[in-house]
Structure formats: C-alpha cells, structure tokens
C-alpha cells in the first residue's frame, strides 16, 4: 500500500457526472494505491502514519505536530496509477495494482481507520474507480510517499 500525502490549505474532489464534491481546508490530501496481496495491516500501518504525520509547524517553525494536532481535515482519494510500472516503454504497466474487489474493501477499511484516529467529520472521500477532478492548494509545499512493506 502507498500513499502520497500532501500538505495543503485547502483541496476538493469533483465528479461532475455524479454532481459530487468534497472539500477540506487546512489538512491533508492523500492519494491512496492498493496493490495485490495488500493486507488490513498494511491498511493500519498506513492510515496510523498519514494519520500521526507531523508535518505541520510548531511555534518553533519545524515540522512537529500532526493533522490531529492542528484540527486539520483529511481528504482521501483512492489512485490505483500509484503502482504504474514504468521502466519498460513509454506506457505505464498497472499489473500491481489491485483489483477492484480487492482494492475497495481496504479502501474502505483506510477511510474508517483514518475516521477512528481523526473523527469523522475530518474526513472526506472521493469515489473508488471514477474519474475525479482534484484540486489543491499545497502548502509549502510538502509531499509525502508512506508505503507498506
């Protein structure tokens, strides 16, 4: 499992088809890929790392203290190009990515995780498998990759 985590003041996920959207102010966007063979410990150990990040300055100016501390909102998209395979050609290879029926349970399992460790009105999704339209405003900017073993 890998996640992407950014630091932002503020992101959004749009699906137009659907007449869906999510925002988040302060906080953080994580970009979420399941592989095949993924487990729901590597669920834990990802959503407890995004989770207890600290990446957000303390009084000092360095980075100490985590979402939870500054109050911040998570905004969780699942990306499944997270495991694109790109060292052969010029097309990226999905062949690690996890399928559907094994990717949306620990998809789901990642968001209630996160939701028991922030709350749930911290936290808020995009839609596993549609086209989404992400907008963000990083902050520093600062990007993260936390990964399973």
Do not use: H
């Not at 808020?124 to 405003?137: A, C, H, N, R, S």
């Amino acid at each position: 499992m890998k996640a992407v985590v950014q630091r932002v003041k503020s992101a959004s996920v749009t699906i137009i088809e659907q007449n869906y959207q999510q925002k988040i102010g302060k906080g953080l966007l994580i970009l979420l890929g399941i592989k095949i063979g993924d487990t729901e410990e590597d669920v834990n150990f990802v959503a407890d790392k995004c989770s207890n990040l600290r990446i957000f300055e303390d009084s000092e100016n360095k980075m100490n203290i985590s979402v939870k501390n500054v109050e911040g909102e998570v905004l969780i998209v699942s990306q499944f190009t997270l495991y694109g395979e790109t060292a052969k050609g010029n097309r990226p290879n999905f062949t690690e990515a996890a399928k559907p029926e094994e990717a949306i349970p620990l998809y789901e399992k990642f968001i209630a995780r996160v939701k028991i460790n922030l709350g749930d009105t911290k936290v808020k999704t995009g839609i596993f498998g549609e086209m989404m339209d992400i907008e963000l405003v990083n902050y520093g900017p600062v990007s993260v990759i936390v990964e399973s073993n």
